[in-house]
Structures are given as C-alpha cells and as structure tokens.
C-alpha cells in the first residue's frame, strides 16, 4: 500500500503524524509537495524533505492521498492538486483531508459538504484539525489495516483513551 502525504509551507505537521504511522504498517509513506519546495519548512518548526514533487506523482501508484492542513492560503488554487484529488477519488483510492486539507478537497469536488467532525463518504475521509486521532483512524480503517475488530479497538483505547492493556502470553 502507497501513501503519499501533501505537505506545504506552514503544513501543521502533527495532523497527520499518527496517519503515516498507522499507514507505514502496510506499506511505504511518501512526502509530496509542490515542484518548487524541496524541503517544507511546518508550523512546528520542523524541516522535511520531500519524495516526491506534485508533478512527477504517479496516481496510478497511490492507495491513499492525504492532505494536511496548515495555512490553506499556501495551497488554494493549484489546479493540477485538484485535478490530482479529482483523479484518486474517481479511482477509488482513498482521499484523505484534515483541517485546510478537507476544504481543500470539498472545493475540488465542487463543494461537497462535510460535518464539523471526522466523517468517512465512502473513500474520502474529511476532519477538523482537533481530530487527528479519529482522522487516524478513520484513514486506516478505509485502508482495511486493522486485522480484525479487536485491533481497531486496541488501536483506538491505546491512541485515543489512553489505555494500555498489555498481550497476555
């Protein structure tokens, strides 16, 4: 499984943190970002490099594209992003947007509406940057990387409530 994470200058890096974490289970992360930014410089004060630029990406390649938010001015009217969203959503890859990033996305469908929480429509996962936990979540279920019921629910009491209950042997 490919997925490749769209980051920006003044990205907020930590809303998607978790979601490379859970995805790095059952495949390879990318960073992408716009041809002319090597290195994005976030809102955490954190440099990273990229993989990948927008333009050399290959959809064909992508099982999920994420956007993170940030400072939606720094990404607002990129034509070929949009086209990029457009194109994963009708391959059914799973398109993911928090904060900026689902605005992003509910403009380049053409305004689709989302809920004031993390909501899944069939392979587009959209959420409000204080809910980066849930939008965790809620992109690795669309992905079917939780090995069954238990899993998911272990994932979510360790990485939401807190709980930690230890694997008997």
């Not at 400072?71 to 959503?89: A, F, V, Y």
């Not at 899944?120 to 809620?138: H, K, M, R, T």
């Amino acid at each position: 499984m490919n997925t490749y994470i769209f980051l920006y200058p003044e990205t907020s890096f930590f809303e998607v943190t978790l979601v490379a974490y859970f995805m790095k289970t059952k495949g390879n992360v990318y960073i992408v970002a716009e041809e002319k930014h090597q290195t994005i410089c976030t809102n955490e004060g954190v440099r990273i490099q990229k993989d990948v630029s927008l333009g050399q990406m290959e959809p064909e390649s992508v099982d999920a594209f994420i956007i993170c938010g940030g400072e939606i001015k720094n990404i607002e009217n990129k034509p070929l992003l949009s086209d990029i969203i457009n194109r994963c959503i009708v391959d059914k890859k799973i398109v993911g947007g928090i904060c900026a990033g689902r605005t992003l996305i509910a403009d380049a469908v053409g305004g689709l509406e989302f809920s004031e929480t993390t909501c899944a429509l069939e392979n587009i996962v959209l959420s409000p940057g204080n809910e980066y936990v849930d939008f965790a979540l809620a992109v690795g279920k669309a992905a079917d990387i939780f090995a069954d019921e238990a899993d998911y629910q272990e994932t979510v009491d360790y990485f939401k409530y807190f709980r930690y209950t230890p694997v008997e042997e």
